[in-house]
């Protein structure tokens, strides 16, 4: 039990969110897992929800499954991105700034993980590097002029991953030509996100610009399609059994930490939020540990500047 955590015994539940009426969230990756909850609980709300996802059909499905459950009078818009493909995002980010007028919260939830075999996207990144880390970071920066207009917040949902694999940026081989293994490949694209997004805190503070907040979570370990997507046959076996244990959560509960982020008035931007139970892999939501190479000052000035050079995309901070 975790005595300390400042939402109470039970933790941060979507009990707390007030009605979300007037308010626009924009999520990657809604088609299943943590992001379909979080996109189901914020409907159920009554926000207006932004699902970023790469396949139209899916998608569709997806809204209509929403609709099922909530009714017909949702306020759902549907854009096709590819996180994967540069040109797609930043499509979608035109696409978005069009339709809404405000966000709230950019909820950067879409991922892929444990990819058995390197795989380079069409830009030229490692795939889970691309994917997770280059689609989000472009992504952000296209919307943070609506975001610094609404006083919204950047959630990145970032992974434990962050403190596993080689727990550094590996900048002399960013696309592990060498030495390729799938959990070092995607632990350190969770690392780059998050290290990013406490980078992107200090320069709002440099700057500041105090309106806009951004926070780092994780949804523990849950049940969600994430390892049958893109992992081994191995990792599937291996996930399979542990979803039958008491080390995973349901997907809703995976969401909580990402939704807290997005609407809990106050929120520490310093912290880590994800589940407090049993290794933080499940139990209640509140923040907890974060290892300090996750805010390694040095290496985050030095991925930011390269991630702008990459992606030729600079943010306005
Ligand atoms: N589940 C866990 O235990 C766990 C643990 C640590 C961290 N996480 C993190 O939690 C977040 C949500 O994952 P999840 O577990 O809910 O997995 P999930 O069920 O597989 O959901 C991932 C979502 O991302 C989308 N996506 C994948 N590649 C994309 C791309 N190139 N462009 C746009 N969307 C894309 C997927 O869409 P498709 O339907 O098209 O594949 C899906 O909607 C991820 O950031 C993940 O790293 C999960």
């Known amino acids: 039990m975790n005595t300390t955590n400042p939402f109470g015994k039970k933790g941060w539940t979507p009990d707390r969110i007030k009605d979300l009426s007037g308010k626009t969230f924009v999520i990657t990756g809604t088609t299943s897992g943590t992001g379909f909850e979080a996109a189901r609980i914020l409907l159920s709300k009554n926000a207006r ?8 059909q899916k998608a569709s499905d997806t809204t209509a499954q929403l609709k099922k459950i909530l009714g017909n009078r949702i306020d759902v818009i549907n854009i096709t991105m590819d996180l994967g493909v540069q040109a797609s995002v930043k ?3 035109t696409e978005v700034l069009e339709k809404v007028g405000r966000i709230d919260a950019l909820m950067c939830n879409g991922a892929i993980a444990q990819v058995p075999k390197q795989q380079i996207t069409k830009d030229g990144w490692e795939s889970q590097m691309g994917v997770n880390f280059f689609g989000h970071f472009t992504l952000q920066a296209l919307l943070f002029p609506l975001i610094e207009k609404s006083n919204g917040r950047i959630v990145t ?7 596993m694999g080689i727990k550094a940026i590996k900048f002399d081989d960013l ?3 060498k030495d390729y293994t799938p959990n070092d ?7 780059a996100q998050i290290m990013t997004l406490y980078e992107l805190q200090d320069r709002l503070a440099a700057a500041g610009k105090m309106g806009v907040k951004a926070y780092a979570c994780h949804p523990g370990s849950s049940r969600t399609s994430l390892i049958s997507t893109s992992g081994s046959f191995m990792m599937k076996m291996i996930f399979g059994l542990m979803k039958l244990s008491p080390l995973t959560q349901p997907a809703e509960n995976g ?8 609407t809990e008035p106050e929120l520490d931007q310093s912290a880590f939020y994800g589940p407090t139970g ?5 139990g209640p939501v509140g923040p907890h540990e974060l290892k300090p190479h996750a805010k390694d000052k040095v290496a985050a000035n030095k991925l930011w ?7 030729g995309v600079s943010w306005n901070v």
Do not use: F, H, I
């Not at 929800?49 to 139209?56: A, C, G, H, I, S």
């Not at 490949?185 to 690392?191: D, R, T």
């Open 49 to 56: 929800v932004v699902m970023l996802n790469r396949n139209p």
């Open 91 to 93: 499509k979608a980010a």
């Open 157 to 163: 949902v970032g992974s434990l991953g962050y403190d």
């Open 175 to 177: 696309n592990w030509d």
């Open 185 to 191: 490949a995607y632990s350190q694209s969770k690392l």
């Open 255 to 262: 969401a909580y930490p990402e939704l807290m982020c997005a």
């Open 278 to 282: 049993r290794s933080n892999w499940v």
């Open 305 to 311: 500047e390269l991630a702008e050079k990459e992606t």
